[in-house]
């Protein structure tokens, strides 16, 4: 089976490039992804977003089976999500975590991340370009880049 990074994105993510442009810039996930793919060369990018917590769940267990890596913007769940960081906890390959603004420069409550617990990096305040980041550590820890 192919080896594939997996791009898992939050609540709300769906509205990239439409919410709040001025924290989270004029990029959708459609561009995310395909500035993604353009990383990755042969290795196939998996992206993927879920406004609900067990949908997310659900992907990183199908990660497990053909994930190289996974780089994972939780959005709000990031701060609240015990089942998601339980969920990654059980996946073998990196996990990078990716937040488009910098986090420690808003509200308190973005500053704990459960997310950050298991990740073996944190991107955050690159704008999208932090998905390409991660895909680059990704492929370079795993030995593809």
């Given at each position: 089976m192919a080896k594939?990074?997996?791009?898992?994105?939050?609540?709300?993510?769906?509205?990239?490039?439409?919410r709040q442009p001025d924290i989270y810039g004029h990029e959708t996930l459609d561009d995310v992804t395909a500035a993604c793919r353009k990383v990755a060369g042969e290795v196939e990018i998996r992206a993927e977003q879920s406004n609900f917590e067990g949908g997310l769940v659900e992907l990183i267990h199908e990660a497990r089976e053909d994930g190289l890596g996974i780089a994972i913007n939780a959005g709000a769940y990031t701060h609240t999500s015990v089942a998601i960081m339980d969920a990654l906890n059980t996946f073998e390959g990196p996990v990078m975590e990716v937040h488009i603004s910098n986090v420690h420069k808003r509200e308190s409550f973005r500053h704990h991340s459960y997310i950050s617990l298991r990740a073996d990096g944190i991107i955050v305040g690159c704008g999208t370009q932090g998905y390409e980041l991660a895909v680059q550590r990704i492929l370079r820890m795993t030995g593809q880049g």
């Open positions: 594939r990074i997996y791009i898992l994105n939050g609540p709300n993510l769906n509205l990239l490039g439409k």
